[in-house]
């Protein structure tokens, strides 16, 4: 087994999360963090799924305007930029009831 490693793709890290937990993924940088949290969105987006990104600094955002990252823009995707005023009101939102049809929600700072 010395040498070998294997790869997983999002798809593959998304049945291995468990459905309706909470889990916490670091990457060594930013941009790397990105990358990841946008393979796993894409996964799930072109899955027929829906996800809620609340980008708290912004980046993925840049990134998406930029057309760095290469998320597939759907109705699915909803990305929030709150503010710290509102950042209480903006994940009652999103974890409500009303929105239990997210498949993913990722909170990235």
Do not use: C
Not at 22 to 40: E, K, M, R, V
Not at 52 to 65: H, K, V
Request: glycine share 10%; charged share 20%.
């Amino acid at each position: 087994m010395e040498g070998r490693s294997s790869r997983i793709g999002p798809e593959d890290l998304l049945n291995l999360l468990p459905k309706g937990s909470l889990i916490w993924i670091t990457a060594p940088d930013t941009f790397s963090n990105s990358a990841l949290l946008s393979q796993l969105s894409s996964a799930v987006l072109g899955g027929g799924g829906s996800v809620a990104y609340i980008d708290l600094d912004t980046t993925f955002s840049g990134y998406l305007a930029s057309g760095i990252m290469n998320v597939k823009r759907s109705e699915g995707l909803t990305v929030l930029r709150p503010q710290a005023n509102n950042l209480r009101e903006v994940m009652v939102d999103v974890l409500s009831s009303e929105h239990d049809n997210y498949e993913l929600i990722i909170l990235d700072s």
